[in-house]
């Protein structure tokens, strides 16, 4: 089994006549995903590479049956873009989108969980991978296998490394949550999804500085989980007071610091690596153990 996303998933992409949008269609197409449709407002009617185009979400999901949809839509008008997926009830919905601010997040994340039809991963993030079955993002499609851990990050390009260093045990499902201060899908979200999964015997989690998100997983993994945690924390050298690439990576005195979320982690019996590299290690040592 997976989370959130298996080969039934059919995608559709917001944004997909864009660049970014155009290019990675190709790349989950690529990867073995079933994209369905692309919408862009005003572009109804064209196609790329043979995928519909409609002018909006709910003609897209009446005429495909889409089930997910990836945003690539500018910071500007990726408020309104999620609110239309959320009015078409489209059940899981990938916002790649970088810088969209805070208030426009509330917003949408509000109006998702009022609607209740609609869970939101992200935004700025690199959406969500389950190997060999579907890829809705910018997640490489051939760094790693079908295997037996969950992986949940706030870091893109940490969620990679994991995913290759890995890449011989496999994965049921990444979910890169996104770094900013608002996400529509949580540590805890995605672990508690995990620890009910069948086919997950064990959980990489990686967070980073800022916020208390990793402290809370660490709450509720100590209460609820019973399968192994491994996890790591970016940003053991980041500067006091400084934001750091994330907008929800900024720390402030003694809250949000690695090292805290580092002792909130072993605390609730969680393997904490100094590094990505020690983090997989000891990862590898727990399903050799399993």
Do not use: W
């Given at each position: 089994?997976?989370?959130f996303?298996?080969a039934?998933?059919r995608?559709?992409?917001?944004?997909?006549?864009?660049?970014?949008g155009?290019?990675?269609?190709?790349?989950m197409v690529?990867?073995?995903?079933t994209i369905v449709a692309?919408?862009?407002p005003?572009k109804?009617?064209?196609q790329?590479?043979?995928?519909?185009?409609?002018?909006?979400?709910q003609?897209?999901?009446?005429a495909?049956?889409?089930?997910?949809s990836?945003?690539?839509?500018p910071?500007?008008?990726a408020?309104?873009?999620?609110?239309?997926?959320?009015d078409?009830?489209i059940?899981?919905i990938?916002?790649?989108t970088e810088?969209?601010?805070?208030?426009?997040?509330?917003?949408?994340?509000?109006?998702?969980?009022?609607?209740?039809k609609?869970r939101?991963?992200?935004p700025?993030c690199?959406?969500?991978?389950s190997?060999?079955?579907?890829?809705a993002?910018?997640?490489?499609s051939?760094?790693?296998?079908?295997?037996?851990i969950?992986?949940?990050?706030?870091?893109?390009t940490?969620t990679?490394?994991?995913?290759?260093e890995?890449?011989?045990?496999?994965?049921?499902?990444c979910v890169?949550?996104?770094?900013?201060?608002?996400v529509?899908t949580t540590?805890?979200?995605c672990?508690?999804?995990?620890?009910?999964?069948p086919d997950?015997?064990a959980?990489?989690?990686i967070g980073?500085?800022g916020?208390?998100?990793e402290?809370?997983?660490?709450?509720?993994?100590?209460?609820?989980?019973t399968?192994?945690?491994?996890?790591?924390?970016a940003?053991?050298?980041?500067?006091?007071?400084?934001?750091m690439?994330?907008?929800?990576?900024?720390?402030?005195?003694?809250a949000g610091?690695?090292?805290?979320?580092?002792?909130?982690l072993?605390?609730?019996g969680?393997?904490v690596?100094?590094?990505p590299s020690e983090?997989a290690?000891?990862?590898?040592?727990?399903?050799?153990?399993l």
């Open positions: 089994m997976t989370i996303l298996d039934n998933s995608i559709l992409v917001q944004g997909m006549t864009g660049s970014e155009s290019k990675h269609t190709r790349r690529a990867g073995g995903s692309g919408v862009t005003g109804g009617g064209q790329l590479d043979g995928i519909p185009v409609f002018d909006t979400c003609e897209a999901v009446a495909t049956g889409a089930n997910v990836v945003v690539f839509v910071p500007k008008a408020k309104a873009a999620v609110m239309q997926a959320i078409a009830e059940p899981l990938v916002v790649i810088g969209i601010p805070v208030a426009d997040t509330a917003e949408f994340f509000q109006y998702a969980q009022n609607a209740g609609s939101i991963i992200g700025n690199p959406g969500i991978i190997p060999e079955q579907s890829n993002g910018i997640t490489p051939d760094i790693t296998k079908r295997g037996r969950g992986l949940v990050s706030k870091s893109g940490l990679y490394q994991m995913m290759y890995l890449r011989d045990i496999g994965f049921t499902t890169g949550i996104g770094g900013d201060p608002i529509g540590h805890i979200d672990i508690a999804a995990f620890e009910a999964d997950t015997d959980i990489v989690m980073e500085i916020g208390d998100a402290e809370r997983a660490a709450a509720y993994i100590k209460e609820h989980v399968k192994p945690v491994v996890g790591y924390v940003g053991f050298t980041a500067p006091e007071g400084k934001t690439g994330h907008a929800g990576a900024i720390v402030s005195g003694s610091t690695a090292e805290a979320k580092k002792v909130a072993e605390a609730a969680v393997k690596g100094k590094t983090t290690r000891l990862m590898r040592e727990i399903i050799q153990g």
